[in-house]
């Protein structure tokens, strides 16, 4: 919240940074000591996060187990990953991807891709992104306690190689259904928020919401003090042109009075040889000195806490 989020509430505060050839922000480093933001619990240049469970009442084979996902968590569904389902126990949207390039096959992409564009309209934005949160982790979680007991009972007879394949495949089938899930939820997002507009396509006809700011916003970003333009009719408009050339030329011919007058003035001047040509900002020695504007600035530092 605050002016600091912007006008559309979005919970990332940037790492701080003096001015650099990239940036070009006049921050001096001196200013990054002097002031602050409050840390986030959900941080966006997360690159990976995890509840740990031991469970030490259940078999071995699916006591231990990682909730993990990747980027921030307020923007991704977290994925029951077995530590002892063997060697295929990360499904392969984890362990691929770069930040050379975007790999749409890679859960940490697609997480951020929709982290990036609901950040622009986050107050609006972040509710399909919960909704879509809460289905697939549903999907996902309604299936834990029947894939744990099916490979309890694989490992209990003694076929461990079954009850790891279990697991492992039912943490991979997560990773494709959020894979899939987050590749939708991004062309949804970016159809239904932008430029200022949310779709509502529930409808037979497309209807564009204009989102525009909130008050405080407009009052904070000068939107009340900028000139309002005059529209006129085209009868006015006719009339309005006259006035404004016969105001040019009566302007015009003022100035040109003023320099006449200037002229004549300006030429110093005594009798005969003694003449005085024009006098210089030297030769004049004004009873006063020049006034000189005097300035004042006020430092107003605003902090979002």
Not at 53 to 73: C, D, E, N
Not at 86 to 91: I, M, N, Q, T
Not at 142 to 152: N, P, Y
Not at 163 to 173: F, V
């Amino acid at each position: 919240k605050g002016i600091a989020g912007g006008p559309f509430g979005d919970p990332s505060r940037f790492d701080g940074s003096a001015d650099t050839p990239v940036n070009h922000n006049g921050v001096f480093p001196d200013d990054l000591d002097a002031g602050s933001y409050e840390r986030a619990i959900s941080m966006f240049r997360t690159s990976y996060s995890f509840v740990a469970q031991t469970r030490k009442y259940l078999p071995s084979i699916v006591g231990p187990v990682l909730h993990f996902t990747q980027y921030a968590p307020h923007a991704s569904v977290y994925t029951p990953i077995y530590v002892n389902a063997g060697e295929e126990a990360v499904p392969r949207p984890f362990t691929i991807g770069s930040l050379f390039k975007f790999d749409h096959k890679s859960t940490f992409w697609r997480f951020a891709s929709v982290g990036n564009w609901a950040a622009r309209f986050f107050k609006f934005a972040i509710h399909d992104v919960r909704k879509v949160q809460a289905s697939v982790e549903g999907d996902i979680y309604s299936q834990k306690e029947s894939v744990e007991d099916k490979a309890a009972r694989a490992a209990k007879e003694g076929k461990l190689e079954d009850a790891q394949a279990s697991l492992a495949d039912y943490s991979a089938g997560a990773a494709d259904l959020i894979v899939s899930a987050y590749s939708d939820l991004f062309e949804t997002l970016i159809a239904r928020y932008h430029d200022g507009y949310e779709m509502d396509g529930s409808g037979d006809k497309v209807v564009m919401n204009k989102l525009f700011y909130p008050r405080w916003w407009l009052e904070a970003s000068g939107f009340f003090g900028f000139p309002v333009p005059v529209v006129y009719t085209e009868g006015e408009s006719s009339d309005i042109a006259a006035q404004q050339a016969l105001g040019i030329w009566s302007h015009l011919a003022v100035a040109v009075l003023f320099l006449a007058t200037g002229i004549y003035l300006g030429r110093g001047r005594t009798t005969g040889a003694g003449a005085k040509g024009y006098m210089t900002i030297q030769d004049a020695k004004p009873s006063t000195p020049w006034p000189r504007p005097a300035y004042h600035e006020t430092n107003i530092q605003m902090r979002d806490v």
